[in-house]
C-alpha cells in the first residue's frame, strides 16, 4: 500500500528535521482524511472513570492514523505508540523532538553531560548514536554554539537561581542571551550574599543578647557572713580583720561608729571652751 502518491517520504528515524517530517507527515494525515485523531483525543470518560471513544467512527481514524504513522517512522521510533492513541503519539514525538523553548533545550543539554561510556562497554554504536540523536535534536531547534553554552550555564545553576532559570524557560533557546543571563545571576547572587549577611548580624545580635540575659551579675559574697557587696577578707564580722568593730556591725556601721566618736570628741572640745 503506498502511503502517498505524489510525496517522497523518507521515515523518521530520530535523526532528520523532525519539523520537516511532521508537515510531511500531516499531509498524508489529511489526504488519508485521518489527521483529526492527531490532532484532537476524541476520547471522553465514562461513569467508571475510563476512556472511551465518542463514536465508532472516531475509533476507526485513531486506528487509521496509527498504521501510517507507523509506516512514517522506523522501528526503532514506533515503540513510542504502543498502547498509544494516535493523539498521545503525536504529542510524544513532540515532546521528545520538537525542541520549542529552553526548558526542553535544558534536558537535551542535560542529557549530553550524563551521557557516558560504562567502564569496560565495548559497544562504541550505541554511545554514538544516542548522542548524535541528542546533537541533531539540538540543530533542529537551530541551536547554536553560543546558545548551547548558556544552556550548559543555566543547567549548572542550583535551586538558589530557580527564579534565573524559570524566567527564561519559555523562551526560544536559540534567543538566549548569554551576556544578559549572567548579569542576572550576579545580581542574584549579590543579593542572596547580603541576605546571609543580614541573618548572620541578627542571629550574632540575638545570641548575644540571650547570653547578656542568661549570665548573672558578678557580684561578690562574703563567704563569713554571706552578704552581698564584699568578700571575707574584707568582712567586718570577722575576728581578726583590722576593721572589725566588735559589735558584728557592717561597713556602714563602722563609719557610724567613726563618726559618731568624732561627734563626741568635738562636743567635748567645744565645751571645755565654754
Not at 503525536?90 to 535544558?106: A, F, G, I, P
Not at 544552556?151 to 535551586?159: A, C, E, Q, T, Y
Request: aromatic residues 6%; contains cysteine; charged residues 30%.
Amino acid at each position: 500500500m503506498a502511503i502517498h502518491e505524489t510525496l517522497d517520504i523518507e521515515k523518521f528515524d530520530g535523526l532528520g528535521d523532525y519539523a520537516s517530517w511532521k508537515d510531511t507527515a500531516l499531509t498524508v494525515l489529511k489526504a488519508k482524511r485521518c489527521h483529526g485523531a492527531v490532532l484532537e483525543d476524541k476520547r471522553v470518560q465514562n461513569g467508571r472513570g475510563e476512556y472511551v471513544w465518542l463514536t465508532t467512527a472516531n475509533e476507526e481514524e485513531d486506528s487509521t492514523a496509527k498504521l501510517y504513522l507507523a509506516q512514517l517512522l522506523t522501528s526503532d521510533i514506533n515503540r513510542y505508540a504502543r498502547g498509544r492513541t494516535a493523539n498521545e503519539l503525536w504529542e510524544k514525538l513532540d515532546s521528545v523532538y520538537s525542541l520549542v523553548n529552553t526548558s526542553t533545550s535544558l534536558d537535551v543539554v542535560a542529557d549530553m553531560i550524563k551521557l557516558r561510556m560504562k567502564p569496560g562497554d565495548t559497544n562504541g554504536l550505541l554511545y554514538s548514536r544516542s548522542f548524535r540523536m541528542l546533537r541533531e535534536r539540538l540543530r533542529n531547534n537551530d541551536i547554536t554554539v553560543d546558545s548551547l553554552m548558556t544552556l550548559m550555564f543555566l543547567s549548572g545553576l542550583n535551586d538558589k537561581y530557580v527564579h534565573v532559570i524559570m524566567k527564561h524557560s519559555a523562551t526560544s533557546a536559540k534567543a538566549l542571551d548569554f551576556e544578559e543571563i549572567a548579569m542576572e545571576v550576579d545580581y542574584a547572587a549579590q543579593t542572596i550574599l547580603s541576605r546571609l549577611r543580614s541573618e548572620e548580624r541578627a542571629s550574632s545580635s540575638s545570641d548575644h543578647h540571650a547570653s547578656a540575659a542568661s549570665t548573672p551579675s558578678k557580684r561578690h559574697v562574703c563567704t563569713y557572713c554571706n552578704r552581698v557587696g564584699h568578700t571575707a577578707d574584707r568582712c567586718f564580722k570577722k575576728p581578726g580583720n583590722p576593721r572589725y568593730n566588735g559589735n558584728g556591725g557592717g561597713g556602714q556601721g563602722d563609719e557610724n561608729s567613726d563618726h559618731s566618736k568624732d561627734n563626741g570628741s568635738k562636743k567635748g572640745i567645744f565645751k571645755l571652751r565654754l
